[in-house]
């Protein structure tokens, strides 16, 4: 695709919040993906309805702009929790894994600034990635930070920038297993956090849209 080649979404700022209708209970699996523009798989920005329980596993991203990414801004409300991302390669992408809260982007002016998304509950694990320029930049918000980020068995073969290889503001988590070395923000052991990791793991599927 020229932009996001899968992309979950649930409304947008203002009537998605009226309208009320979340997106959850989404299995994607076994998927090649491709995005010249845009994230191979993606969630939001439009999100103001909630997106929730969804395990995406079996993929394979290659020469794409972003592999994964987790959009949002103010003035969306909603949330984005409960997902899991697992068993996923990666070649010649230039962010790895991307989470932003500054998707700004709106439908007119009467949104509500104040209307501040969550996003929580975000598992990553077992991803290899070659090729790869940036492994994650995660940007989330002063006033609404990304929380409980977890990552395990990452690994990306980053071909430039060494020293820098992950990029992280207004967020925490937890990482195991990841190279290069995530930052600080994501340094804290599973143990602390462990409860808010792999959540969809133990939860059964009683109604889910696969693609």
């Not at 809260?101 to 991803?127: M, Q, R």
């Not at 290069?180 to 923000?185: D, L, R, T, V």
Request: hydrophobic share 35%; aromatic share 8%.
């Amino acid at each position: 695709m020229g932009h996001d080649a899968v992309v979950l979404k649930s409304g947008w700022d203002e009537y998605g919040i009226s309208y009320g209708k979340p997106t959850s209970n989404v299995h994607v699996r076994g998927v090649r993906l491709q995005s010249f523009a845009g994230a191979g798989m993606a969630f939001g920005s439009e999100m103001s309805g909630g997106i929730s329980n969804v395990l995406v596993e079996h993929v394979y991203l290659h020469d794409s702009l972003l592999g994964i990414e987790l959009k949002t801004a103010r003035g969306r409300g909603g949330y984005i929790k409960d997902i899991l991302v697992t068993d996923v390669v990666m070649a010649n992408v230039q962010v790895g894994i991307e989470a932003t809260g500054h998707c700004d982007s709106h439908p007119d002016e009467k949104f509500d600034p104040s209307a501040l998304p969550v996003v929580s509950g975000i598992t990553f694990e077992d991803i290899v990635g070659t090729n790869v320029s940036i492994a994650g930049n995660f940007t989330g918000l002063s006033e609404s930070p990304f929380t409980s980020i977890c990552l395990s068995n990452i690994t990306f073969s980053i071909s430039s920038n060494p020293f820098t290889p992950w990029l992280c503001s207004n967020i925490s988590g937890s990482s195991q297993n990841v190279s290069p070395e995530p930052c600080p923000e994501l340094e804290s052991s599973f143990s602390s956090t462990t409860s808010t990791c792999f959540t969809l793991l133990h939860h059964p599927y009683s109604q889910v849209a696969v693609l």
